[in-house]
Nanobody, 123 residues
Framework: QVQLVESGGGLVQAGGSLRLSCAASGRTFSNYAMGWFRQVPGKEREFVALINWRGDITSYAGSVKGRFTISRDNAKNTGYLRMNSLKAEDTAVYYC????????????????WGQGTQVTVSS
């Protein structure tokens, strides 16, 4: 079993940076793929980034490619999303997710989800 807690969200000016953290509890986290998603009111939850359990495979949505970097530190049971060159369009609630199956994470059907952290980018 895994529990996830996001942190690091806040208000930032366009062009600025934030690093989100996803702290996991549970001894199985290291063997789970991890993803980041975001959601705005009235919209479907959107895939942002994925990293496999070894950290050697990553995937990004086209809208964030080149600006966001997903990483993880299994020794700390923590995943990260570094967000650079933020745009107003990046404003959303960001969620981390974990699952043993990569396709399940990408599809937004992970077994485990955090509570979300608000990111607001002012233009």
């Amino acid at each position: 079993q895994v529990q996830l807690v996001e942190s690091g969200g806040g208000l930032v000016q366009a062009g600025g940076s934030l690093r989100l953290s996803c702290a996991a509890s549970g001894r199985t986290f290291s063997n789970y793929a991890m993803g980041w998603f975001r959601q705005v009111p009235g919209k479907e939850r959107e895939f942002v980034a994925l990293i496999n359990w070894r950290g050697d495979i990553t995937s990004y949505a086209g809208s964030v490619k080149g600006r966001f970097t997903i990483s993880r530190d299994n020794a700390k049971n923590t995943g990260y999303l570094r967000m650079n060159s933020l745009k107003a369009e990046d404003t959303a609630v960001y969620y981390c997710a974990a699952d043993s199956r990569i396709p399940t994470v990408i599809a937004g059907k992970s077994d485990y989800w955090g509570q979300g952290t608000q990111v607001t980018v002012s233009s």
